[in-house]
C-alpha cells in the first residue's frame, strides 16, 4: 500500500465534480491513507458531509465556527495535523482565495494556516480555467510551490468542451504517490541551492544589495524536489514563501551564506543561483550614520567571499556537480566563459539582466549554459521551466 500512514487532508470544493471526491476518498483508503474531509459551503450542494464521512471514517468539517471543533483551535489543527493537503474539486473560487490569502471559509482558512504540501486539482468551466485572472492565480500558486494535477480537456456538465474537467481520482493518487514517495532522477541525491540577494549591512538601517527577486533560484530548488532530490535551500533576504518539504536555510550577508552552504555539504549537486553582493562595507558601524550639512558619508569596501569559487575549488567534500549563474548586463557568454574558467566550476548558467530585459524580479528567463564543451543558448521560457529543464539536465550530468 503505498500511501499506507499518510495522512490526506481533503477539501471539497463546491462545483459538479466534487461527486469524483467520493471515489477519490475510496481510493485512497485502498492505499492505506488516513482521509480526513472538509467540505465548503458550495460542495455540500453536490455531496453530504455524511457521505463523505461514512467512506472517510472521520468526522467531516463544514463550519468555521463549529463550537466543538474551535474549542481547540481546530482549524489551526486541521492545518497542521496531516501530511498533505488535497484540493478536489479546487475551484475557480478557492483559487483565487488562495492567491490572494483569503480565509473567509473553514476551507480557505485551513489552507491559508498550513505549510504542508499541498495537491490542487481544478475543475471549473473551460472560458473561467482560460480567464486571465484564473491564469494570474494559477501562476501565483505555482510561484508558492502549490503543485497541481489536471484539469484535463473533454466534454463538461454545460455541454461544453475544453479545459477544466477534474482530474480522475486514479490520477490525482497517482500525483499525490509522485509527492509523497519519491521518485525521478535525483532521487537519493542531496541537492544544494542558493537563492536571492545578499545584504550587506552599512548601518543598523541602512544596506547594500541588488534586485535579484529569488524566483529563479527558489524555482530551481522546487524543480530539484519535484525530481525526487533532498534539497537545502539557502536563501539571502526575499519576499517568497519557503517552499514546502525543502529544508530552507534564511541568511543576511555573504559570509553568512557561505558559512550555511559549507555546513550542508557534502551535496551531490551544487547550484549557486543567489546574487551574493561583491563587496561588504569593511567599517560598518552598530550605530545609524547621521547626516551632516555639507559632508558625504566615505564608505571602506572590502571583498566578499567567493562562494561558488571556494567551493569550486574544494578538496575534500566537493559536490560531484557545481554550477554557477552569471547576471550580465553585456557580453553575456564572453563573460561567462571567463567566469567558468576563473570560478573552477563545472557549469555557469549566463543570463541578460539589464533592465529591458525585465529579467530580476521578472517571470521569464532567457538562459544560455556554458560549459568547457560549448554554449547551449535556451529560447525564453518561464522561470519554472528552466528549472525543470536545468534539473533534467544535471541530472544526466551527475556521476
Request: glycine share 8%; aromatic share 2%.
Amino acid at each position: 500500500m503505498t500511501l499506507s500512514g499518510q495522512r490526506v487532508l481533503l477539501v471539497i470544493g463546491g462545483g459538479i465534480a466534487a461527486y469524483k471526491s467520493l471515489d477519490l476518498i475510496r481510493r485512497l483508503r485502498e492505499r492505506g491513507a488516513r482521509v480526513r474531509c472538509i467540505l465548503t459551503a458550495g460542495a455540500q450542494q453536490f455531496v453530504t458531509p455524511l457521505a463523505a464521512a461514512s467512506l472517510s471514517g472521520e468526522h467531516a468539517h463544514t463550519d468555521l465556527f463549529d463550537r466543538d471543533d474551535e474549542a481547540d483551535i481546530g482549524h489551526i489543527r486541521l492545518a497542521r495535523d496531516a501530511d498533505v493537503v488535497i484540493v478536489a474539486p479546487a475551484t475557480a473560487n478557492l483559487m483565487a482565495k488562495m492567491a490572494g490569502g483569503h480565509a473567509d471559509d473553514l476551507a480557505s482558512t485551513v489552507l491559508l494556516a498550513t505549510t504542508l504540501p499541498i495537491l490542487l486539482a481544478p475543475a471549473m468551466n473551460p472560458r473561467m480555467w482560460l480567464h486571465p485572472a484564473t491564469q494570474r492565480n494559477l501562476a501565483v500558486l505555482m510561484a508558492d510551490g502549490v503543485r497541481f494535477v489536471g484539469p484535463n480537456e473533454g466534454p463538461m456538465a454545460e455541454a461544453e468542451t475544453g479545459p477544466g474537467r477534474l482530474a480522475e481520482p486514479l490520477e490525482i493518487v497517482a500525483a499525490l504517490e509522485q509527492m509523497l514517495v519519491p521518485s525521478g532522477p535525483l532521487v537519493g541525491r542531496h541537492v544544494l541551492v542558493t537563492s536571492g540577494p545578499t545584504h550587506e549591512p552599512i548601518d543598523p538601517v541602512r544596506y547594500i544589495a541588488n534586485r535579484s527577486s529569488g524566483k529563479q533560484g527558489h524555482a530551481i530548488a522546487r524543480a530539484a524536489a519535484e525530481a525526487g532530490a533532498r534539497v537545502t535551500l539557502v536563501s539571502g533576504p526575499v519576499t517568497l514563501p519557503d517552499p514546502p518539504g525543502i529544508r530552507t536555510i534564511h541568511v543576511e550577508t555573504a559570509a553568512e551564506m557561505l558559512a550555511a552552504v559549507e555546513a550542508a555539504l557534502p551535496a551531490d549537486l551544487a547550484i549557486f543561483a543567489a546574487a551574493v553582493a561583491d563587496w561588504r562595507v569593511a567599517d560598518a558601524t552598530d550605530r545609524k550614520i547621521k547626516k551632516e550639512p555639507g559632508r558625504l558619508p566615505s564608505l571602506a569596501l572590502a571583498e566578499n567571499p567567493d562562494i561558488l569559487a571556494t567551493i569550486a575549488h574544494r578538496v575534500s567534500d566537493r559536490p560531484g556537480v557545481v554550477v554557477g549563474f552569471a547576471a550580465e548586463t553585456n557580453d553575456v557568454v564572453v563573460h561567462a566563459r571567463q567566469k567558468l574558467e576563473r570560478k573552477g566550476c563545472d557549469l555557469i548558467v549566463a543570463n541578460d539582466v539589464s533592465t529591458a530585459t525585465g529579467v530580476m524580479g521578472g517571470d521569464d528567463n532567457t538562459v544560455h549554459l556554458v560549459s568547457a564543451t560549448g554554449v547551449e543558448t535556451w529560447p525564453k521560457l518561464r522561470k519554472e521551466d528552466v528549472a525543470r529543464r536545468l534539473v533534467a539536465e544535471l541530472a544526466q550530468r551527475l556521476p
